[in-house]
């Protein structure tokens, strides 16, 4: 008997091993693949900076950070040539969000399926496929909360309150334009209680909407309503408790 138990936890050990062995792989297959889709997103950035440099060493330290040099259509249109799916890229300063959005046909394939079509437990940083951009005046968008530091795992850096106020801006290229999105409210909740809706009939039932998230806020925020300003959400997992979600809605610059 004790001679069975011991293999039996061997097994179990090895089979453990293998499992943690092959997301560690996986881990490092998607950053190489974000890494990757950076350098292509911000080829144009890097070489004008090379020649800045190399014209001007002083120039580095006033050189902009990425993520304000957002812009053009050819950098969306580049990712789009590897995937179609492709719809724009967000990037949060000061945090390791800097990733492309897919649109998919639903909200299931890219929880387990990378940019590549291939499976993945890391999925991809994705849009609600029932959103238009142009028209709704709320656009979700979805990525998993990954425990080696991926995806959307930096919002969970939102719940400090120094950090919320010191970094609230969100920008989202779409391809034709750049929006900044200012964040006004975060906050945890049961996915069941989640509320994300697209679009509303009227202003009074937008407004309505945005002064109840605000209100969910476990930081107070300063914006304001604005009728004419698109919503940004985004949405992923947390763990204070059984299916919990944490949310974050910004607003954007007019």
Known sequence: MRTLILIISIVILILSLYQIGQYLISAQDTKG???DMAGIYYEDVANSEAQEDKENPQSSDDAKSHSDN???NSRVDRLREINPDIIG???IPDTKIGYPVVKGKDNDYYLNHNLLGN???HGAIFMDYRNDPLEDENIIIYGHHMKDGTMFKDLMRYKKRDFYEDNTSIYLDMGDKVTEYIIFSV???RASNVDLALSFHDKEEYERYFTEVKGKSLHPSDVEFAENSQMLTLATCTYEEKDARFIVH???VK
């Open 33 to 35: 693949l974000y890494r």
């Open 70 to 72: 957002h812009g053009g």
């Open 250 to 252: 910004a607003l954007a």
């Open 119 to 121: 499976i993945d437990r």
């Open 89 to 91: 890229w967000i990037t």
């Open 187 to 189: 906050y945890i909740s």
